[in-house]
């Protein structure tokens, strides 16, 4: 299985921008399509945004024009551009790969509040 370590979360306020990333273990990443998934408390994980083997992104509607996921293959990681950053964001964000789910990592939590 492949294991992710993400980073990068902090507290932001409102209309603030966070960069995270996320690290994959293997040597086969660039063959992947991999996501960036959240989950705030009291509800389900969903997936936010995904890169493809072709480096095409996909976003929920609710990131859309606010996100922007991308990859370095070279370097095995994915990142995820965060900008005005709502308190609907709050959540610990994880990334793995939507077609073939992989043992979570342990996230990063984004605090979005003043």
């Not at 690290?23 to 660039?30: I, K, Q």
């Not at 991308?70 to 551009?81: C, F, H, Q, V």
Request: proline share 4%.
């Amino acid at each position: 299985q492949v294991q992710f370590v993400e980073s990068g979360g902090g507290l932001v306020q409102p209309g603030g921008s966070l960069r995270l990333s996320c690290v994959a273990s293997g040597s086969a990443f660039r063959l992947y399509t991999i996501g960036w998934y959240r989950q705030a408390p009291g509800n389900q994980r969903e997936l936010v945004a995904n890169s493809s083997v072709g480096g095409i992104p996909n976003y929920v509607d609710s990131v859309k024009g606010r996100f922007t996921i991308s990859r370095d293959n070279a370097k095995n990681t994915m990142y995820l551009e965060m900008n005005s950053l709502t308190p609907e964001d709050t959540a610990v964000y994880y990334c793995n790969r939507p077609n073939a789910l992989s043992k979570w990592g342990q996230g990063t939590q984004v605090t979005v509040s003043s």
